[in-house]
């Protein structure tokens, strides 16, 4: 263990609705266990409620300059926002890529592997689907998701309605994440990139994403291996050919289809993690898991808190990299501050005993309610230390 004054981590949470709420409660108590234990990091946490009854009652998410406020965290903490009687492009445009896009959050990463005890579709259709073991790079700034376009209403005909949705891709933005997908890569121990496009259909963006990355290939070439796929095509690798598959990077909504994919294919939606990351490090970045505030279950304590934990995990991976502990693309060499990568490593050791043990929720075939999941997985964290 290092010695000296552990470092403190202002991390804030944004719990937000319905299950949000349980799984961030849940991975404050994890966290929370994991630093006590260790001793060499701490981490203290605000909360503030930008959820969906508020929008309802104040007609905003996060209150003016909220978003400003977050750079003074060093991370941030979301669980999941959305209910039904608020249409999800609100929390999305009001919210959710404000803070994406003011904390510089370009790079969106969602790791994929089955956890002991669980069981993939896939177990009938490939030998080993434990080969499965996928970092999906999306790019989080641009492309699909940019926002500009329009309609043109035709009053006098309906049927002549034109609506357009421009994707915006520059080549900051592309080079930028083909860059930190490959460095993923380079550290990864199959060192093997698949970067997915649909050039052959769409002549312009995805044409420029191909060139770019073939550009940034040649600083790589001997250190990384890369192949490059068509999305239609990708889907079919994904379940036919998993173990093929190590890193693979993606535009903004190729990526985002791809990853519940294969988040699906891991077993539940609820295991999957995700890392709004900022490379740069100038601002915090934030994780949260990929499901959402699944209102069929929300109140009832039977949230799967994996993915909560997971993206908890990836959290204090990110922070041991804090005060220069990592290259320029954020990644971490040797044991981090406050030995922070080891507890990240253990926390996950943790979580694949618990599932190993068969402590597990509904959607992965087991009997625990989130506080059973919860518990067990403290318990496990002093034990596996
Ligand atoms: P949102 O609009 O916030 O995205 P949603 O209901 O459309 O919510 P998700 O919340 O991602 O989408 O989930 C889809 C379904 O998967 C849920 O209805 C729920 O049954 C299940 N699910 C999602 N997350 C979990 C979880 N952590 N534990 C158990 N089941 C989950
Ligand atoms: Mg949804």
Avoid at 15 to 26: E, K, L, N, R
Avoid at 45 to 68: C, H, I, L, M
Avoid at 93 to 103: A, D, N, S
Avoid at 134 to 148: A, D, F, L, Q
């Amino acid at each position: 263990m290092s010695t000296g004054t552990p470092r403190t981590f202002n991390i804030v949470c944004i719990p937000g609705d319905g299950i949000g709420v349980d799984i961030t409660d849940a991975a404050t108590q994890v966290l929370t266990t994991l630093a006590t234990t260790f001793g060499t990091f701490n981490l203290k946490f605000d909360t503030v409620d930008w959820s969906s009854k508020n929008y309802k009652q104040r007609g905003y998410y996060a209150p003016e300059g909220g978003v400003e406020g977050l750079k003074k965290y060093d991370a941030i903490y979301f669980g999941a926002v959305g209910w039904p009687d608020v249409p999800d492009h609100i929390s999305l445009w009001q919210m959710i890529l404000p803070i994406r896009t003011t904390l510089n959050q370009y790079a969106n990463v969602r790791p994929t592997r089955i956890l002991p005890g669980t069981v993939s579709p896939l177990s009938a259709c490939v030998a080993d689907p434990s080969l499965l073991n996928w970092v999906i790079v999306r790019e989080n700034s641009e492309g699909e998701y940019s926002g500009h376009g329009g309609t043109t209403p035709s009053t006098a005909h309906a049927a002549h309605t034109v609506a357009t949705e421009v994707s915006i891709f520059t080549r900051v933005g592309i080079e930028r994440i083909v860059r930190f997908a490959f460095e993923t890569a380079l550290h990864r121990p199959r060192k093997l990139l698949t970067m997915v496009t649909k050039s052959n259909a769409q002549r312009h963006g995805m044409v420029l994403w191909d060139a770019i990355f073939y550009e940034v290939a040649r600083e790589y070439d001997g250190r990384v291996k890369y192949d490059k796929m068509l999305v239609d095509a990708m889907t079919v690798r994904m379940v036919n050919r998993p173990e093929s598959l190590d890193t693979i990077v993606a535009t903004n909504l190729h990526a985002d289809i791809l990853s519940d994919l294969a988040a699906a294919l891991s077993g539940s939606i609820g295991i999957a993690p995700s890392s709004n990351l900022d490379p740069t490090r100038a601002f915090p970045s934030m994780f949260e898991p990929i499901h959402g505030s699944a209102p069929d279950i929300a109140g009832q304590g039977i949230a799967n808190p994996v993915g909560a934990f997971w993206s908890a995990a990836e959290m204090v991976r990110w922070l041991a990299g804090a005060d220069g502990a990592s290259n320029n693309e954020g990644v971490v060499e040797g044991a981090g501050v406050g030995n922070m990568v080891e507890a990240a490593d253990l926390l996950m050791q943790a979580i694949a005993n618990v599932t190993e043990r068969g402590v597990k929720t509904k959607d992965l075939g087991g009997k625990s309610n989130t506080k059973e999941v919860t518990d067990a997985v403290c318990e496990e964290i002093s034990k596996v230390y």
